[in-house]
């Protein structure tokens, strides 16, 4: 009888228990699993949205998303780029949508602004703020077609287009 030492990790894995090592790597191919299925959900995402964007391609690195594509549109771009960043656990999107031949109206459009929602926020409070009118909050509400259904319902945090008013 007596009492004998071995290496802990050494020897054949009879119970599955795995090295650092190995739970590292196990760690890193889950992760990259979890990236390409929220990948594939964003850009389904995007295209039940409707948004004009060909050749869309979606990556996503933990927090970060990367978008590219094309689109003949500003407001198509910077909506891919909202409905990216509103999805909880998301920290910043690479934008990298080209808008290519433009048409006349979008050339002279001037880009929207984003606007992150403060607790208190509706879309006539907002309005207000931009454009010294309540009423105008329809303008705002229309701008975040298809991502918002209904102009009572926004949320602190939730990043919103303020495009501007047509003089």
């Given at each position: 009888m007596g009492l004998f030492s071995f290496l802990k990790n050494a020897g054949a894995k009879l119970?599955?228990?795995?090295?650092d090592a190995e739970k590292a790597a196990d760690a890193a191919a889950s992760d990259a699993i979890l990236n390409q299925q929220k990948a594939d959900l964003m850009k389904s995402m995007i295209e039940n949205?409707?948004?004009?964007?060909?050749?869309?391609?979606?990556?996503?690195?933990?927090?970060?998303?990367?978008v590219s594509?094309?689109?003949?549109?500003?407001?198509?771009?910077?909506?891919?780029?909202?409905?990216l960043g509103?999805?909880?656990?998301?920290?910043?999107v690479e934008d990298n949508i080209e808008v290519i031949a433009p048409d006349e109206e979008d050339i002279a459009t001037v880009?929207?602004?984003?606007?992150?929602?403060?607790?208190?926020?509706?879309?006539g409070k907002i309005a207000k703020a931009h454009y010294g009118n309540a009423m105008k909050?329809?303008?705002?509400?229309?701008?975040n077609k298809?991502?918002?259904?209904?102009?009572d319902r926004i949320y602190p945090g939730q990043v919103l287009r303020i495009p501007p008013l047509d003089a």
């Open positions: 119970t599955g228990r795995k090295t949205l409707g948004l004009a964007i060909d050749y869309l391609d979606v990556k996503v690195d933990r927090d970060r998303v990367l594509g094309t689109t003949k549109s500003h407001p198509a771009r910077e909506k891919v780029i909202l409905a509103n999805i909880d656990g998301i920290a910043e880009a929207a602004t984003f606007y992150t929602v403060v607790k208190g926020d509706t879309l909050y329809p303008v705002i509400f229309e701008a298809p991502m918002l259904e209904n102009p």
